[in-house]
């Protein structure tokens, strides 16, 4: 079979419980290959009947539901699967964003940990609640009315067939989510330690003077990085210059993180002092690990653009 027909296969299986794929997958392509024959024993071109096969078979997603016994009901059977689409490139795109964006900008403006955590958190959580609602509201208007959607489903929309470069959604969503992990651990260290003051006050583990200027600049190339994850998703695959870019990043969060670690800038001098001993070996361990994250990143992210090349 040729690519095209792989591809549509592959978009109808990916949402089917793997128990069935396997008899799924004879029958689809059974029932392709006989609507294509039909035609072309009546005259024809053989990649001509075979586009107009697929497109008479539909919506992969669609075509699964159908196979499964589960359709979509939320909005209605004629928009259900655009609506879903939408709905999960909005929430993965727009909401982590906007979120780092809002941390970013409470920082600058000199918020409390607290306070910047807390506002990143409620505009997340409102934004995400907003998204949701008026994304259904439009689709349950779309599907009551007259109204093309502008999201039909058509062969252009089938994804590439996975490759060892591919980037997944999945893979997306665990990028997107530990760089929002990370943005909200740097914001909430300014308020949490294990140590305190002989006056019971909390001494903070790190240096007060990072939030000067260092720890906005690690925050905001995080938060340019969770966009980087969303464009490398529309990609869909790894590429030379996506890999030279995911380099770049690297070095922008590596090189001076490391550098503030070998000058003793990160740490509090004064929780430092509060457990003597116990973090001489810290700095080392956690340039160790910068290093051999970053390192096998950037190889993974080249081997990959090499792989789907």
């Known amino acids: ?81 655009a609506y879903r689409r939408l709905l999960a490139v909005l929430l993965v795109t727009v909401v982590p964003v906007v979120m780092a964006v809002t941390a970013v900008g409470q920082i600058i403006a000199g918020g409390q940990a607290g306070q910047v955590f807390a506002q990143m958190m409620g505009t997340g959580i ?27 489903w058509s062969l252009s929309d089938l994804p590439s067939l996975p490759t060892k470069g591919s980037i997944t959604l999945s893979d997306t969503i665990w990028g997107v989510v530990v760089l929002v992990i990370t ?19 909390m001494i903070p583990i790190f240096d007060p003077a990072m939030w000067d200027f260092w720890f906005p600049y690690l925050i905001a ?37 490391v550098y503030l670690l070998a000058t003793d800038q990160v740490f509090n001098p004064d929780f430092i002092a509060a457990v003597p001993g116990q973090l001489v070996p810290l700095n080392a361990v956690i340039i160790a690990a910068i290093v051999v994250v970053v390192v096998i990143d950037v190889v993974q992210a080249f081997r990959k653009a090499y792989l789907a090349r």
Request: proline share 4%.
């Open 1 to 81: 079979m040729s690519e095209l027909t792989e591809r549509y296969v592959g978009a109808t299986l990916r949402s089917i419980p793997i128990k069935q794929r396997e008899d799924i997958d004879a029958e689809l392509r059974a029932s392709i290959e006989d609507a294509v024959e039909a035609r072309l024993a009546n005259g024809g071109d053989a990649a001509e009947a075979e586009k107009e096969v697929l497109s008479e078979l539909g919506d992969p997603d669609r075509l699964a539901s159908e196979y499964t016994g589960r359709p979509g009901y939320l909005i209605g059977p004629e928009h259900f699967f």
């Open 126 to 152: 409102t934004l995400f609640v907003h998204v949701v609602f008026w994304t259904t509201l439009v689709f349950y208007f779309i599907g009551r009315s007259d109204q093309e959607s502008g999201t039909e």
């Open 183 to 201: 943005i909200a651990m740097i914001i909430v260290s300014r308020d949490i330690s294990p140590v305190t003051d002989v006056d019971g006050s």
């Open 221 to 257: 190339v995080l938060g340019v990085e969770i966009v980087f994850e969303v464009i490398k998703y529309r990609v869909g695959h790894w590429t030379w210059g996506m890999a030279s870019v995911n380099l770049a990043f690297n070095a922008l969060f590596a090189v001076p993180a």
